[in-house]
Structures are given as structure tokens and as C-alpha cells.
């Protein structure tokens, strides 16, 4: 009983002691640590260094990023998922580089088995040669340089017709159609008669005389020469000295009678229209280009055109035309080019594939399904090693052939996901989005030190992994 009554009087009192050395030993361990902090410092390898390195970034705690409000004071793995803790940093920050980073993207770790489940693919980016190539469907039309209407600029009637029925073929020179005129008639008289009294008049010792002759002649030639009279059918009216009771109209040019409005008889006046002519030696091609890819043409550009009525053939022509404006109803450039046609392949109204290429030359590149858009930027996922992939923002420039052009954000050699990273992409959203609830404000650090803690659910965690995080 006197042993009893010692134990219960003196233990209180001991462990007060006890606790009382504790608190001493553990406000001087606090006190030196400082003063040793201070003397590293103190001492840099040079006056510069202490300003060309920068601080380092103190962690406050370490954060499960899926698990809102979970907290530990020590790194490791989460115990609700099988995935490394994030640090928080004192100013907010998780540790993400900022170089490309991707705002609203933090890096994430995928295990290899977790990696095969989701069908996770990586590929390499690489320098190569792009090529853009642009297809579309084009109409073939007359090239209108070619195309000509026949008139008489006299007033008659037509004798005989030569060229009796559309579409017709005619060669350059082929006689179309004759003409009587009995103003044309009298006006050859007329040039008979100069060209007689110049002759008359030539060897005339009066000047005046000798050149009054030659200027009548050359008066009646020009009416001629401008009612389309050609200089041969003038020598043919010298030589005979007969006038021509009709004259013969000739084709200009090579190319199929498109209309015709001369009928054998009828009276025909200078406004109208006999014949419509049109080559089509060569043809133009009419395309539609997407203004997307309207940038990647340019006048003089090579065209290669197919039709699959013609298999094994293709024609070779130049860009001559692009549209000063777009269509607002099909958001399309019209492009035309011109194509040689010497057998008459080619008709009118026939559709054929145009095929269009600008060479990218040698540019960094990605598989297409690397890239990701959010609308305001483009973000692929670099494989890190270990299973860790960091977010990227890059700069892309044209997809052509399932590959992207990367102008900036990555370099050569880089490996990406190139399938499954919109799972990925989920994850690192969702994590940047939990860490950023559970940050602290930049440069604030907590007033109290907060014990660990998980949500309710995690009751349903094992009880070693809530012994090792509550600490």
C-alpha cells in the first residue's frame, strides 16, 4: 500500500519532468537550425553566386491531386490510387516548368500496366519533307482568249453559207458565208476606179495631179481594210479588175461553230451576230479551292489533272488565275488553269480531279493524333520516362499526309502519345483543377499545421496507408 501511494504521488510529477526536458531539447533544436541555415548560406563560392542561383522553392505539403482536401507531410504514394503526391509549393506552384507549359495541365504518371489497359501509343517527333497536297473537282471550260464573234460591218444579204449547222468544226482561213452588198459593190468601183486613174496619173509632170490619184486609191482602200476587205481579196480586185458581186467571209481562228445566226438569204445588218467561233486547243479548268487551304496557292503553281474516263493519262497545267473574292455560299476560291489541249480531248463541261502541291520543305513534324486543340491552342503530351508525361503547348502549323507541322513547343527526338491522350488529357486537367483548390495563395503559408486528413470515403482505405500519412 506505501508503494502504491509513492507511484501515484511522484509519477505525475515525473512525467512533467519528462516533458519539461522534451520542450527545452526540442525549442533548442528549433533555434540552431536557423543559425546553421544561416552559416551555409553565409558562405557562396563566390559574390555572384548567391545572386545568379536562385532560391529554393520550400514544399509546404505533399497532395493527392484525385482526392479533394487530402494532405500529408511526407512524399509517397497515394493510398487511394495508384499515383505519386503532388508537392505544393509556398507560393502555390506544383513544381510544373514553365517553358510550354500548359496552363490548366499538370504532369501526370501513368503506370505501364495502367498504360496497356487504356491503349496508351507513343511517336517520335521528326524532321521530314511535307508536301501539301490539295484535290478538288474542276470544270473544264473554253479558254475565252479563243473565242470569237463573226459580223459583217457593211449591211446585205447573205448569198451562200458555207457553215450551215452548230457545232461544226472549222479550220482558221475555212471560208463561213458570202455576202452581197451594193454598198461594198459601189465602194470597189470606186477603188477601180483610183487605182486606174492613179496609174493614169503616175507619170503625169503635174505633181499635184500624180498625188491627188494616189490619195483617192488609198482612201478607197482604207473603207476596204476597215470593213475587214483582207489585202489578198484587194490584189485578187487589182489583178481582175472586176468588183465582186458578194464577199467572202473566212473563220480566225481554229475551233467548233458554238452559234449560228446566219441563215442562207436572210438581210443582215452590222450589229449582228453571225457566227460564235471557239478553239479549243487549249481549255481552262475552273476549281474550287476551300479558303482553309487557299494560302497553299499561288499563280504559276503546277496542276496535274486526271479523269477517270482517260485512265493512265495526265494533264500538266499552270495556276492563271485566282479569284479576287470568295463565295459566300460554298466558302470557296475559284482558281483557274490552263491546260494545252492538241487532240480535243478535252470538252467543255467535262469534270476532271486537279491535284495541286506546295512543297513545307524539311520541318519538325508529329502524327496527327498527337495534337490536341482546345480551339485557342494545340497541346501534346511528351513521355518523360518512368511512365510520366508532361503537357506542351506547341505551335502547329499544317496536317498534311497524318502528320502535323510543329513550328515551336517541342524538339526533335521528343516522344508523344499518340493514342489514348484524351485520357490522359482528362487526368492532367482534372489533377491541375484539385491541386489548384487545394493551394494555398502565392507567398501565404498556412497559420496552423494542419493533421493530414482524408474524405469520408476514404474509410474504405487501408488502415496501413492511414498510418503512414497521419502523422
Known amino acids: 500500500m506505501n508503494m502504491k501511494s509513492f507511484f501515484r504521488s511522484t509519477l505525475p510529477w515525473l512525467l512533467t519532468a519528462l516533458l519539461a526536458v522534451a520542450l527545452v531539447v526540442l525549442t533548442l533544436s528549433r533555434k540552431e537550425s536557423p543559425k546553421g541555415g544561416a552559416r551555409t548560406a553565409a558562405a557562396p563560392a563566390s559574390p555572384d553566386a548567391s545572386r545568379l542561383t536562385p532560391p529554393a522553392k520550400r514544399i509546404l505539403y505533399w497532395v493527392d491531386p484525385m482526392v479533394a482536401g487530402y494532405k500529408s507531410d511526407k512524399p509517397g504514394k497515394s493510398p487511394f490510387m495508384d499515383m505519386d503526391l503532388v508537392p505544393v509549393y509556398e507560393d502555390g506552384s506544383n513544381g510544373e516548368t514553365k517553358?510550354?507549359?500548359?496552363?490548366?495541365?499538370?504532369?501526370?504518371?501513368?503506370?505501364?500496366?495502367?498504360?496497356?489497359?487504356?491503349?496508351?501509343?507513343?511517336?517520335?517527333?521528326?524532321?521530314?519533307?511535307?508536301?501539301?497536297?490539295?484535290?478538288?473537282?474542276?470544270?473544264?471550260?473554253?479558254?475565252?482568249?479563243?473565242?470569237?464573234?463573226?459580223?459583217?460591218?457593211?449591211?446585205?444579204?447573205?448569198?451562200?453559207?458555207?457553215?450551215?449547222?452548230?457545232?461544226?468544226?472549222?479550220?482558221?482561213?475555212?471560208?463561213?458565208?458570202?455576202?452581197?452588198?451594193?454598198?461594198?459593190?459601189?465602194?470597189?468601183?470606186?477603188?477601180?476606179?483610183?487605182?486606174?486613174?492613179?496609174?493614169?496619173?503616175?507619170?503625169?509632170?503635174?505633181?499635184?495631179?500624180?498625188?491627188?490619184?494616189?490619195?483617192?486609191?488609198?482612201?478607197?482602200?482604207?473603207?476596204?481594210?476597215?470593213w475587214d476587205i483582207s489585202p489578198g481579196q484587194i490584189a485578187e480586185l487589182e489583178r481582175s479588175g472586176k468588183p465582186e458581186k458578194a464577199l467572202t467571209l473566212y473563220s480566225p481562228v481554229d475551233g467548233f461553230v458554238m452559234s449560228k445566226n446566219a441563215v442562207q438569204g436572210a438581210r443582215v445588218m452590222p450589229a449582228d451576230t453571225l457566227f460564235e467561233i471557239a478553239g479549243i486547243r487549249d481549255v481552262w479548268v475552273q476549281a474550287d479551292i476551300y479558303e482553309s487551304e487557299a494560302p497553299f496557292v499561288a499563280l504559276k503553281q503546277t496542276a496535274r489533272m486526271s479523269l477517270s474516263y482517260f485512265p493512265g493519262r495526265v494533264w500538266t497545267g499552270k495556276v492563271a488565275f485566282i479569284a479576287p473574292v470568295l463565295d459566300e455560299k460554298t466558302r470557296t476560291v475559284k482558281v483557274r488553269i490552263e491546260f494545252q489541249n492538241p487532240d480535243g480531248a478535252l470538252k467543255p463541261e467535262m469534270y476532271a480531279d486537279v491535284t495541286l502541291e506546295k512543297p513545307?520543305?524539311?520541318?519538325?513534324?508529329?502524327?496527327?493524333?498527337?495534337?490536341?486543340?482546345?480551339?485557342?491552342?494545340?497541346?501534346?503530351?511528351?513521355?518523360?520516362?518512368?511512365?510520366?508525361?508532361?503537357?506542351?503547348?506547341?505551335?502547329?502549323?499544317?496536317?498534311?499526309?497524318?502528320?502535323?507541322?510543329?513550328?515551336?513547343?517541342?524538339?526533335?527526338?521528343?516522344?508523344?502519345?499518340?493514342?489514348?491522350?484524351?485520357?490522359?488529357?482528362?487526368?492532367?486537367?482534372?489533377?491541375?483543377?484539385?491541386?489548384?483548390?487545394?493551394?494555398?495563395?502565392?507567398?501565404?503559408?498556412?497559420?496552423?499545421?494542419?493533421?493530414?486528413?482524408?474524405?469520408?470515403s476514404s474509410a474504405e482505405a487501408p488502415q496501413g496507408a492511414k498510418a503512414e500519412h497521419q502523422h
Do not use: C, W
Open 99 to 226: 517553358e510550354h507549359a500548359a496552363s490548366g495541365y499538370v504532369p501526370v504518371t501513368v503506370s505501364t500496366d495502367r498504360q496497356q489497359a487504356i491503349g496508351v501509343r507513343l511517336g517520335k517527333a521528326e524532321i521530314r519533307d511535307l508536301t501539301k497536297t490539295i484535290r478538288t473537282v474542276g470544270r473544264v471550260t473554253f479558254d475565252e482568249t479563243l473565242s470569237h464573234q463573226i459580223h459583217a460591218k457593211f449591211e446585205g444579204y447573205v448569198e451562200r453559207l458555207y457553215v450551215d449547222f452548230t457545232g461544226k468544226p472549222v479550220r482558221k482561213g475555212q471560208p463561213l458565208l458570202s455576202i452581197y452588198s451594193p454598198e461594198l459593190l459601189a465602194t470597189e468601183q470606186e477603188y477601180l476606179l483610183a487605182f486606174r486613174a492613179r496609174r493614169q496619173f503616175q507619170g503625169s509632170s503635174n505633181p499635184d495631179l500624180a498625188r491627188g490619184g494616189v490619195d483617192l486609191l488609198e482612201s478607197a482602200r482604207q473603207r476596204l481594210l476597215l
Open 360 to 456: 513545307l520543305g524539311r520541318v519538325l513534324t508529329v502524327p496527327d493524333g498527337a495534337v490536341l486543340s482546345t480551339g485557342t491552342r494545340a497541346i501534346v503530351f511528351v513521355a518523360k520516362g518512368e511512365g510520366r508525361f508532361e503537357p506542351r503547348v506547341v505551335q502547329a502549323g499544317a496536317k498534311v499526309d497524318g502528320y502535323y507541322e510543329i513550328r515551336g513547343g517541342i524538339a526533335a527526338g521528343d516522344e508523344v502519345v499518340t493514342q489514348a491522350n484524351f485520357l490522359i488529357d482528362s487526368e492532367s486537367r482534372l489533377k491541375a483543377a484539385l491541386a489548384g483548390m487545394s493551394a494555398p495563395a502565392a507567398g501565404v503559408s498556412p497559420t496552423a499545421k494542419e493533421t493530414p486528413h482524408a474524405p469520408a
